[in-house]
Each structure stands twice: as structure tokens, then as C-alpha cells.
């Protein structure tokens, strides 16, 4: 079979590396892709959400199916656009509608879904700029801290958290009145602040049954014990060890269940991966947030614990036979640690020559911002690479994933050393 991934991040070369190993794969092309992925297929240089473009690459390419990583060309309806093409029609796109991808796309219409599907959530309400005075009563309402969500997508910093009343409203204005986030704040969402653990939950689905993928707990902050500022993700573990059959039991009662058959009386059929968001109050989950791909560095420990032929799964997809495909899974944890460039989430430099030790078989080294040039590895971004390491125990998965960290070297790197500290002892 020949196989495209659109994207060119970590997740991407996860995902590249799983289906490398099947021995059904003929063709693997990867657009954009990264240095990383150009160790496991092909690269292309194109815009992904040039789809014209894309839909040439598929046909010279005889592409058989084609997976979205990132959200964007799903928000801008890549799905819809293949399901128009004629020429196209013998190619499966594994992602949402552009419908269906409003899940991520609008923080409103994913709580209006929630809503309306009885999916437990935070309490919550949305204001634009006819309605901001009602949302500065609300925050009133509410007990610190206080969070805001532009409606839209933000490139991941569309959330903020704020301690202070008189701050929120601040926010608030400069949201809405102020385009603090372009057009994605036009609507702001404005939620009851949940205490408890954050865990991230996986499912692929055909548009009419399920697999749950191996659950994975990340670690978004950039400072170790959680400090600083929001990241795209400085680290992950899988599974999220306080999640025992009776609980994921649960959430897929409660959560999961009721968001396929939402999709289903919503008349969408939904193929691809769903993320879900959740966060652990009590005893009871939660969803903050539904993604419509997979997660970003979770993919890097969930992948590598799936031990099926990820591709058959794929295949399974595209004749119909997904129901009938087994799903196994590593008992093993993994670790992944990623390395930062200085600065990062904030401004950050490029080009630094990265060197990697020449035997690390005991780790996986996954790409998110690397580029190669004249033979020679650089840095591309402001999260460069992850290093996942599998083990019968969380601690000594991460002490391999760390030991690796520590002999890769480029100028400025940064990684923290306590990714799944909260989970040893849980």
C-alpha cells in the first residue's frame, strides 16, 4: 500500500515510524516531514493546505490513504474537498469533516455538543462583542482563577488561566474588543476553573465503531512541577497510570460512547482520530477540550506501546472491515522527554547544529523541529526532538529517556527531568 502523512512535526514522524514496520507499506511519503521522517520515508515540500497540490501528489503517487496530522487543513476542510474528487475517490482520508472538525475548531460548538449530548464538562458560556457586559457578570459568578478560551484556533495559546477578577475582565476585553488573538477571539469562552488530574484519551474510529488507543497523560508547562508558561507539550507517559479498566470503563460510558453516537445523530460521519481532553475531578472525568487528531508529544508514547500492524487497523478502514481488526497493546510504559530550544514557548533561535550519539537502541529518538542540510542535523523549531524510552516501570523508563537527553547536545538545549514524577507514587 502507499501511504501519505500530512505535517511535519513529532506526531508525524511517530506515526511514519509505526507504519514503516508494516509490512504491508510500499510507499510512505511524508508532506512536508522533517529530518526525522526522512530516516523512515519519503519527504515532499508542499503546502498542507495546498489541497490541489496535495490531490496531484496522491495521483502521481498512486497514493492509497492519506493521514492528517495537524488540525488545520482539517478546519479548512481537506476531507470535504477529497470527498468531492472524483479522481479521488479510491483514496481514504484518514480525519474529520469540516464540520466535524469545528470539535476543535470552535471551542463553542464543541460545548454546545457537549451540552446537548449530556457529556460532562466544565460549567460554561460564550460572549462575543453584543454580549461582552453579560460575560463580565458572569466572571463575576465564578471563583478564581478564571479561564478564557478564544473560540477559534490560536496556535495553541488561544487559553488563558487568570487569577484575578479584575485581570479576567482585562482579558476579556482585549479578546474581544481587541483581537488579542485575531478573529479566533471574535467569541470567547469563558469556564469554571477545574481542579483535578489532566489525563489524554485516544480513539479511532471508521464513522460507526471504535478502538480506544492507549490513554497518556502530557506535561504542558515549561518549568519543572508544572511552572511557567504553556507549552505545545515538554513530555508524556502512557499509559496515565491511574487509569485502572474500571475507570477507562467509564469515561467510556460517560464520554466517549455519547460523542460517537453525537456525531452519528448529527448525521456525521466521522473518520480519523479523536482527542480527548479530560481532567480527572474527584473521581469523576471531564472533558476540557475534544481535538480532532491525534495528540502532540502523546502520539510519541502512544504509538510506539500499539503493537498491531497499525496500517491493517488503516486498511481495515478503507474496506470496511475496522470492526473485525484487533487491537494489542504494550503493558510496558513509555517516557518521552522533549528537547527545547532556549527560549521556547517564546522567541527562539534556529539552525543550531545538532549531535546525536551514535547508539541509543535501548530509546527511540522522535523529530518535531529538525532539519538536515549537507548531511548535517539543525534545529528547526522551538521543540526540537523527544526521546521515548519503554519500560516495565515508569521510573526507569524515564531514567533511559533522560540518560539519552543528556548526550544528545545542540547550543541551548532544554528539557525537563520530571516528566511522570506525579505518577511514580500515584
Known amino acids: ?30 508532506c512536508p516531514g522533517n529530518a526525522g521522517t526522512a530516516l523512515v520515508a519519503q519527504n515532499v515540500k508542499l503546502d498542507i493546505n495546498d489541497f490541489n497540490k496535495i490531490k496531484s501528489l496522491c495521483l502521481r503517487e498512486e497514493i492509497d490513504i492519506v493521514i492528517v496530522g495537524p488540525e488545520d487543513p482539517l478546519v479548512n476542510g481537506i476531507s470535504d474537498y477529497f470527498k468531492l474528487q472524483k479522481e479521488l475517490k479510491d483514496v481514504t482520508l484518514v480525519g474529520p ?4 472538525a469545528q470539535l476543535e475548531g470552535s471551542k463553542d460548538f464543541a460545548k454546545q455538543f457537549m451540552k446537548k449530548y449530556n457529556i460532562p464538562t466544565a460549567k460554561h458560556k460564550t460572549f462575543d462583542i453584543d454580549s461582552i457586559d453579560n460575560g ?68 479511532l474510529t471508521d464513522g460507526s465503531t471504535y478502538k480506544i488507543l492507549p490513554t497518556a497523560k502530557d506535561y504542558k508547562r515549561i518549568g519543572e512541577k508544572d511552572t511557567g508558561l504553556n ?17 477507562l470503563e467509564k469515561i467510556e460510558l460517560e464520554i466517549i460512547k455519547p460523542t460517537i453516537d453525537g456525531l452519528k445523530n448529527e448525521n456525521i460521519n ?33 504509538f510506539p506501546r500499539i503493537k498491531s500492524d497499525f496500517l491493517n487497523l488503516l486498511l481495515g478502514i478503507k474496506n470496511g472491515t475496522f470492526s473485525e481488526k484487533d487491537l494489542h497493546i504494550d503493558k510496558k510504559v513509555a517516557v518521552t522527554v522533549m528537547l527545547a530550544s532556549k527560549g521556547y514557548p517564546e522567541s527562539y533561535e534556529k539552525n543550531k547544529l545538532i549531535y546525536l550519539p551514535e547508539d541509543f537502541t535501548e530509546s527511540l529518538i522522535f523529530h518535531s523541529g529538525t532539519k538536515s542540510k549537507k548531511g548535517k542535523l539543525y534545529t528547526n523549531g522551538g521543540r526540537v526532538m ?41
Open 231 to 247: 507549552t505545545g507539550g515538554m513530555g508524556a507517559v502512557s499509559p496515565a497510570t491511574f487509569v485502572d479498566r474500571f475507570y
Open 1 to 30: 500500500m502507499n501511504v501519505m502523512i500530512i505535517g511535519s512535526g513529532g506526531r508525524e514522524h511517530a506515526i511514519a515510524w509505526k507504519i514503516s514496520k508494516s509490512s504491508m507499506i510500499k510507499k510512505l511519503i511524508v
Open 270 to 302: 466521522y473518520i480519523g482520530f479523536i482527542f480527548f481532553g479530560l481532567i480527572d475531578v474527584a473521581g469523576e472525568p471531564k472533558v476540557i477540550e475534544y481535538n480532532v487528531r491525534m495528540g502532540d508529544p502523546e502520539s510519541e508514547v502512544v
Open 97 to 100: 469533516c469540516k464540520n466535524a
Open 136 to 203: 463580565y457578570i458572569f466572571l463575576e459568578t465564578l471563583s478564581p482563577p478564571y479561564v478564557l478560551k478564544a473560540d477559534g484556533l490560536a496556535a495553541g495559546k488561544g487559553v488563558l488561566i487568570v487569577d484575578n477578577l479584575i485581570e479576567a475582565k482585562k482579558c476579556l476585553k482585549e479578546m474581544i474588543l481587541e483581537n488579542k488573538f485575531g478573529n479566533a477571539s471574535n467569541k470567547v469562552v469563558i469556564e469554571e476553573f477545574l481542579k483535578g488530574t489532566e489525563l489524554s484519551v485516544f480513539v
Open 386 to 426: 523527544c526521546v521515548t524510552s519503554l519500560s516495565e516501570n515508569l521510573k526507569l523508563a524515564l531514567e533511559r529517556s533522560l540518560e539519552l537527553s543528556s548526550k544528545i547536545n545542540f547550543d541551548g538545549k532544554y528539557y525537563r527531568k520530571d516528566i511522570g514524577y506525579d505518577l511514580i507514587n500515584y
